[in-house]
Structures are given as C-alpha cells and as structure tokens.
C-alpha cells in the first residue's frame, strides 16, 4: 500500500548510482539504458555534478527572482552562446517550458496588435507534457481524457506531411510547435526535409517556429541541440530532461524580438533558475561542452546502432524497425513492449516502452562500449527466450 496518487504503475527500488549502474539496497545491480527517460545524461554520482551541488548548498539554495542570481546569468549567457537563442527563462520541468514556449508565442503577436492570433499548429504523436496546455498541445485523446474542455488553440497535422500542415494555416495561425524527433509516440524522427519546409512555411507566413527538445535536446542526439543537424533555427526552444542531469531544470529559449513580449509581469517561476539548480546545470553544461564528449555520444551511437541491426537480422521476426538518432534509439518490436521491458529489467537492464510499441533506449550519455555490449547481450538473451517459447508452441 502506498499513499500516493496511483498515477505510475511502479516497479523496484533503488537505493543508489554509480556511473551507468542503480543499486537496490541489497546491493543488486542493475544497467541503466533509460536515464531517468534521459534525464542523467551524466549518468549516476557524476563527481563534477555532486561537487557543483555540494559546494552551491552550502552557500545559498534559493532567492527569489525578484533578485539578481549570478549562476542563473551565467547559465542564460551560456546557452545563449551556444544556441540560436538571445534570452533565456528558466523553469523545473519540460512541461513549464513548453507553457512558456506558448504564451510568449502568443504574447509576441498580441504585442504586434495581432490579438487574434492565437493558434498554433502541433503534431499527430505529439508530447509536450501534462499541464493543461500541453495535454491540448499534444492533442493525445488517452491524456486529454476525464480533464474538460482542452485549452482552445491547437490543431493537429501529420508529421512528416507539409500539406497537412498548410491546410490548417490561417490568419489566426500564431506557430508551429514540433518534437524534431517524436520521444513518447515511439523514436519518430521527422525527416529533415520536413522540418526545413516547416522553417520555411514559418517565414513566408510570419509565423513562430517552437521546437520541443526536451527529450532530444541537450546532447541526447549527437549534437547539444537536434536542431543543428538539420541545419534550422527555431525561433522558440523548450528544453528541460537532460539540462539538470537529474536536478529539476527546464528552460525556454527565444530570439531577442521574441523574448521581449515576456516583460515584467507576464510570467514567472518560484523555483525556476534557482541558484541550487542552475549551478547544477552549469556543471552539467561544464561537462557536456568539453571537446570530446559529443563525438562520444556520436561514436556509441554507431555501436550501438550497428549492434541493433544486428540484433534485427538475427531476430527479424521480433525486431520490425531500428529509429532513431545519437542516443535516442528504438527497437519497434512484436512482442508487446511491456513484457518485454519487464523481461529485460527481470535480466537488470533498464529500457522503457514508448508509444507504437518500441522499446526506447536512452542510455546515459557516458555509455562505454563494453556497455553496449553487455545490453546487447542481455536484449539477445530476451529474445532469445521468447524464441524458445514460440518453438515449443510451434
Ligand atoms: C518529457 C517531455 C516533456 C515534459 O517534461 P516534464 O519535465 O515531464 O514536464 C515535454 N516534451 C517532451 C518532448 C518530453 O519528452
């Protein structure tokens, strides 16, 4: 029995973490390919991390906005240096960042005297999380379910379909809001030929381009932010997961002429960008920027997406589809997914199911060859099983 809201069908323990690794507290170990569902890109007691935290709680853990706070400037600046982005609002989730995509979007053509535009287009398949606007973001009908009437304002397109994205543009038109790749509905990469005519279709109609990286962002793909692979900028940027590398951090980022609609008054955020957290997130900036972490990230990407495909020729009748990008990886498989996460962590491996039945794997951004290998290993063994229970029933 438990006292908490039975929102989370819940599984063991864990009493600590080292590096890719969870302890339950009989000392049982298990290996983490899902982070948290990418959030410890520096996997677990990180020493940069907890020295960062450790030194920072013993000054000052919070003040209110209503103060300067150095770490949280340094923070803004940095990411202001290394992103398409001018300003910065800081926020504790993924969910607060996206509200805050949203009403500057809005906030931006009502300043213009353009009050009537106040919607924006998102996408079939579409996470954006679980407030009120962002369930209506999604447009998911299972999260929108039992909640009233949606917050008004969202349309739906087809990802990966440009057609069905001008057929929803009119004058009321305010944004565009999209995952570069698709985390909660199941690894769905939108092309990059799509996401540049949606960057396109944005400038001829003056309309804002919202990218939602809160699952791809932060490294996760290769590159600090998906968007550079694709080679377009966004105009408004939630991010959040990996930023803190565990410590609650998210972050909404946008062009000068945009971020400043959000005046004195607008918005706000108690904790958002305190002192605690944002020395947290610029150890894990500190840690993510050094020269020879992201080529990291993109050389275990290859291994294992290369042992994937061979996972998929060894066992085509359970792996239908390897997706994904750097360490955002899917396998789309037959067997139900659940089972078959159940039966991997039942073999102390840790993977979560997505949407489309695919098994999501989100290692932490530290991952080692040997790693990958021993998953590998432990995802053979799983289907392995499953083989011999599909032979002995013919
Ligand atoms: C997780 C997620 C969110 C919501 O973030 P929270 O921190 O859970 O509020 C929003 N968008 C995407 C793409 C996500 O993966």
Redesign the pocket.
């Known amino acids: 029995m438990s006292a908490l809201f039975e929102t989370y069908s819940r599984s063991i323990a864990f009493e600590k973490g080292e590096g890719m690794r969870l302890f339950t507290k009989e000392g049982i170990s298990y290996l983490d390919f899902m982070s948290g569902?990418?959030v410890n890109s520096l996997g677990h007691n990180d020493a940069h991390l907890v020295r960062a935290m450790k030194s920072q709680a013993e000054k000052l853990w919070h003040v209110s906005n209503i103060f300067s706070i150095p770490q949280q400037e340094e923070l803004a600046q940095r990411l202001v240096d290394n992103s398409f982005a001018d300003a910065v609002f800081f926020t504790?989730?993924?969910?607060?960042?996206?509200e805050c995509a949203i009403k500057t979007s809005r906030k931006y053509y009502f300043d213009k005297g353009q009050e009537n535009r106040t919607d924006i287009i998102a996408f079939n398949g579409?996470?954006?999380?679980?407030?009120l606007g962002?369930i209506a973001a999604?447009g998911n009908p299972a999260y929108l379910k039992g909640f009233g009437e949606p917050v008004a304002g969202f349309k739906h397109a087809k990802p990966n379909d440009i057609k069905s994205v001008k057929s929803l543009i009119n004058e009321n038109t305010a944004a565009i809001l999209i995952?570069p790749i698709?985390?909660?509905s199941g690894i769905n990469v939108i092309s990059n030929d799509f996401m540049r005519s949606l960057r396109k279709l944005c400038d001829e109609h003056d309309l804002l381009l919202i990218l939602?990286?809160?699952?791809?962002g932060f490294g996760r793909t290769g590159k600090l932010f998906a968007y550079e692979d694709i080679g377009i900028t966004p105009d408004i940027m939630?991010i959040?997961?990996g930023i803190g590398g565990g410590f609650?951090l998210?972050a909404c980022l946008a062009k000068s002429d945009i971020a400043k609609s959000m005046v004195v008054g607008t918005h706000g955020s108690t904790y958002g960008g305190n002192p605690l957290a944002c020395a947290v997130g610029n150890a894990v900036l500190d840690r993510i920027l050094e020269p020879q972490f992201l080529p990291h990230v993109q050389e275990m990407s290859k291994k294992l997406n290369w042992h994937l495909h061979q996972l998929q020729q060894r066992f085509p009748q359970y792996i239908k589809e390897v997706r994904g990008k750097g360490l955002m990886l899917g396998l789309k498989i037959t067997p139900p997914v659940s089972e078959f996460v159940a039966l991997l962590l039942k073999n102390h491996l840790l993977t979560i199911g997505a949407g489309d039945n695919v098994l999501r794997l989100l290692p932490p951004l530290i991952v080692q060859q040997s790693d990958i290998e021993e998953a590998i290993e432990i995802i053979t063994k799983a289907f392995k099983e499953i083989e011999e229970v599909d032979k002995l029933n013919g």
Do not use: L
């Open positions: 569902v990418g504790n989730s993924g969910t607060e960042a996206i579409a996470f954006h999380g679980r407030s962002a999604g995952e698709q985390g909660e939602d990286e809160v699952q791809c939630a959040a997961k609650p998210g």
